[in-house]
């Protein structure tokens, strides 16, 4: 049994087939309940989808995606009446928690044949955060295959980021990749952009990371994996805090916003650098430095304050079509698990 937590844990030619098996479906698109398409590879299946975060995509894209496959999603939230959750093990449960998610993970086993998770960090303390304890325990308890649907890490989102870069790119091999912090208000998970950096990597890009300053950059253990996967592609991560030097040449533009690290818990500190910083959006000065380069986000995304009307509404952005890839490329995981 394999799970689907992370994007580093599968091979490139794993990682491409589903992307074509997404792309068929997507060839032969159908509506909400009709399997005939895509086939029916989750008839008679159940999916449990698990939301301790707020949603739009991800839960409508889940819920049609198994219906189209011939399967039933069943969603559930702390706001939906599910009980309070302990995921330490060991614990004295004393406090808010009801169940352990022991119990929860082997109970949804026996109902469901697979578990979608999503659960963001905290913000808190970075150290336990990037632990991802709840995503972890229910891969390690539960006897059907688990889902990330986001944690720290965004693997689905990424998928259908790769998916959509191919649709107007093909071969995307020694594409200048440019991951671009982008200011917001609040501190934001980095999930997206570990993935992206990441999966940059994997598909043969030349990956970038452009951040105002080191205390943005990200978790180590992405860094590498990203490093290591250039690579072994021939290329090489480049981490800059030059906007134009980033821009320069660049055939993707990926724009998100993340909360720097070191400051998780104590964020009054990194509020000074990020107001500062509000030069960052993507705008059509920055767009004119590359090479005529795509651009997404993975939504929702703050108009004119991430990236300015004009070049999110321009035909190089492919936002709308990484967003409806998500649905294929989440059945195609689906397929790929069960």
Request: proline content about 4%.
């Amino acid at each position: 049994m394999r799970h689907f937590l992370n994007t580093a844990d599968w091979s490139l030619p794993e990682l491409q087939a589903m992307i074509a098996d997404a792309r068929a479906m997507k060839s032969a698109p159908q509506g909400a309940g009709q399997s005939t398409a895509s086939g029916d590879a989750l008839r008679g299946k159940t999916v449990a989808l698990l939301f301790l975060n707020n949603s739009l995509r991800t839960r409508t894209s889940f819920d049609v995606g198994a219906r189209q496959l011939g399967g039933h999603a069943v969603v559930l939230s702390p706001s939906g009446g599910m009980w309070p959750l302990e995921f330490e093990d060991g614990v004295v449960m004393d406090g808010d928690a009801e169940e352990h998610v022991k119990e929860a993970a082997k109970i949804l086993s026996r109902y469901c044949d697979m578990i979608g998770v999503r659960a963001f960090p905290k913000f808190a303390d970075w150290q336990e955060d990037r632990k991802d304890k709840i995503l972890r325990a229910f891969a390690k308890y539960a006897d059907v295959p688990v889902i990330n649907m986001e944690t720290i890490t965004h693997p689905c989102q990424e998928m259908a980021h790769i998916m959509a870069l191919q649709e107007r790119l093909g071969d995307l091999e020694g594409k200048k990749f440019v991951l671009t912090w982008t200011y917001h208000p609040k501190p934001l998970n980095t999930a997206v952009a570990n993935s992206a950096l990441m999966i940059a990597a994997k598909f043969g890009m030349k990956p970038t990371l452009l951040c105002p300053t080191e205390e943005y950059v990200l978790d180590e253990r992405y860094i590498e994996q990203a490093s290591k996967d250039a690579g072994a592609n021939g290329h090489a991560l480049t981490i800059s805090h030059d906007i134009n030097e980033a821009y320069e040449g660049a055939d993707v533009v990926y724009a998100k916003s993340w909360g720097a690290l070191p400051f998780f818990g104590n964020w009054e500190p990194e509020k000074g650098i990020r107001d500062r910083c509000k030069h960052f959006i993507v705008n059509e000065d920055k767009m004119a430095m590359t090479n005529n380069a795509l651009v997404s986000h993975c939504l929702p995304m703050r108009r004119n304050v991430k990236m300015t009307d004009a070049v999110f509404d321009s035909a190089n952005c492919i936002a709308y079509d990484e967003a409806e890839n998500r649905l294929h490329v989440q059945k195609a995981i689906m397929k790929a698990l069960v």
